[in-house]
């Protein structure tokens, strides 16, 4: 039966204010937006009437970013996820952890960032192994790009002082050359994928199941899963999972994949075989440029402002020529690509590569191709974006992680460019918003917030790069976190709410749109409606 959504305060995204409307919904989509004066007469026509008040009425929030096994399992019953103050601090929870869970084999965390400890220095195995000796121990950073292991895991994982890291990785080592334990860039991607895969199936595909009613909870209706790992095979990109709850009509968010790309185009297009393209859809793939600067890994094009070397400013993960290769061949057969691309030097590489490949084959024919976190950007590249329509896809409670650290890596100069969201919405360049679970909670109030405030949700504390200035309005950081990730993903049946769309909505008690700031992060979400269902 047709059905009707209205409240007196619906946003649809295609102006900037809220409005008075009744949306009609037939077989998951909308058929009509009408004034909700019109309700009476629907209803004495027979329409089933869902009558939200004066609720707020907006599109389901799309995070178009994360790497959603992760995020599903840290926090969850197989894995934690905790910040720590110190290297002592954070061993004992690991600990209290694994006394606690003696049923798991491995102890699993995530979440820990040395640069953030009272002493800042790197963790070693040795803490692990006076307090977890027996069992195998893996802690993941809160970037998601180092892992610290225990002696255990090392032996589990037949890791020696002679094992060679992948290419792009990188092993720590003390004076006497031995292994630490921790593990950089490809290899600790590497290595948690390994150890993340061995996790039994239906563990994993419950916590997917619970991972989503969280997301709805927070009124997201959809997501992108992009790799975690430029290594092909340890992407943790998991169709089986998607498909298997979709049969069991337990999947509650839409999920777009994005595998690492590699000159073997097969798992993508095993994926584009396998998924319904509504629900489940593989537009395209994903890989990484270069690091992040709080490591001095993000790719810049002079020396950090804290230099540890000449020449200290971080280097491509994989070369321009390698990159250039990759792109043209998914571009020749129309698949978009999503680079990870943090430092100036990876970000201006990068347009300059999907610049020739639009050139050679046009723009891809699904997805778009688009640029992750390109947290400094030279303003002289916004405008080349722009015209080529190269989606920048953002993350805002980024800008907050360490709202010190941007000034002590890159310097002043490159601190007042950083994030500029005002500027590239400006300049015509689609933004599309997301969270990089589990970098940071997935949580919707916070990206609105920190794209609004540029300030910390919980402590305030402001990123002084471009403030207040590149602030958005509520309007402004709505549409990106709706429509702009919808066109990143290559979308075009989801993110407004107008004729022909599919009715993916988020009904708030709150009025996300005018509320003060105090209010916004105290805002509830009261359903999500996927296709027209509630959920
Ligand atoms: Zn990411």
Redesign the pocket.
């Known amino acids: 039966m047709d059905k009707v959504i209205t409240s007196t305060c619906v946003f649809t995204g295609l102006d900037d204010r809220v409005k008075p409307l009744a949306i009609v919904v037939r077989d998951g989509r909308i058929l009509q937006v009408l004034e909700r004066n019109r309700v009476e007469q629907l209803e004495k026509k027979g329409y089933l009437i869902e009558d939200w008040g004066d609720r707020f009425i907006c599109p389901g929030f799309i995070d178009a ?1 994360q ?1 959603v096994m992760h995020a599903a399992l840290f926090p969850s019953d197989i894995a934690f996820e905790y910040l720590g103050t110190s290297e002592d601090d954070y061993v004992q929870y690991a600990k209290a952890f694994a006394d606690k869970h003696q049923e798991l084999k491995w102890v699993i965390g995530h979440g820990w960032r040395d640069n953030l400890w009272s002493d800042q220095k790197p963790p070693t195995k040795k803490s692990l192994d006076n307090s977890i000796p027996d069992r195998p121990c893996a802690l993941y950073s809160g970037d ?1 790009h180092t892992l610290w292991l225990n002696s255990k895991a090392l032996e589990l994982l037949e890791i020696t002082d002679e094992t060679t890291p992948p290419d792009g990785g990188y092993f720590d080592r003390d004076s006497n050359g031995e292994l630490t334990g921790v593990l950089r860039e490809a290899a600790g991607m590497k290595y948690i994928t390994q150890i993340l895969s061995s996790l039994d199936r239906d563990l994993l595909t419950n916590a997917y199941k619970q991972y989503f009613m969280k997301l709805n909870k927070m009124g997201i209706t959809s997501v992108s899963d ?1 790799a ?1 790992s430029l290594i092909p095979g340890s992407d943790c990109v998991l169709q089986d999972i998607y498909l298997d709850l979709l049969s069991k009509e337990q999947l509650t968010v839409r999920v777009h994949l994005y595998p690492t790309l590699s000159d073997d185009l097969d798992n993508l297009n095993l994926m584009q075989l396998q998924v319904d393209g509504q629900m489940i859809s593989a537009p395209g793939f994903k890989q990484f440029f270069d690091g992040v600067s709080s490591q001095h890994t993000a790719w810049i094009s002079e020396d950090y402002a804290n230099a540890r070397y000449d020449g200290d400013r971080g280097a491509p993960t994989i070369t321009f020529e390698r990159m250039r290769e990759l792109v043209m061949l998914a571009g020749l057969h129309g698949h978009s690509v999503r680079i ?1 691309a943090i430092g100036d030097k990876a970000v201006s590489s990068c347009i300059d590569i999907y610049e020739e490949a639009i050139e050679r084959y046009g723009r891809p024919s699904q997805g778009t191709y688009t640029i ?1 976190h390109l947290e400094d950007i030279d303003p002289s590249q916004i405008k080349r974006m722009a015209d080529l329509g190269i989606a920048a896809s953002v993350q805002p409670p980024h800008i907050t992680i360490d709202t010190e650290q941007p000034l002590r890596d890159l310097g002043k100069y490159r601190q007042d460019r950083m994030w500029p969201f005002r500027t590239l919405l400006n300049n015509g360049v689609n933004v599309a918003f997301g969270t ?1 679970a589990p ?1 940071v909670p997935p949580n919707s109030l916070e990206v609105l917030w920190c794209a609004t405030e540029r300030s910390h949700p919980t402590s305030h504390d402001i990123f002084r790069g471009g403030y207040p200035e590149e602030c958005l309005t509520r309007s402004q950081a709505i549409k990106c976190y709706t429509y702009g990730s919808a066109v990143a993903e290559g979308r075009r049946d989801i993110g407004v709410l107008a004729a022909g769309m599919l009715a993916d909505i988020g009904v708030w008690d709150t009025n996300l749109i005018d509320c003060n700031s105090e209010e916004l992060l105290q805002a509830k979400c009261c359903c999500v409606y996927l296709s027209g269902s509630k959920v």
């Open positions: 970013h790497h998601s992009v975690i990870h992750e990089d970098v």
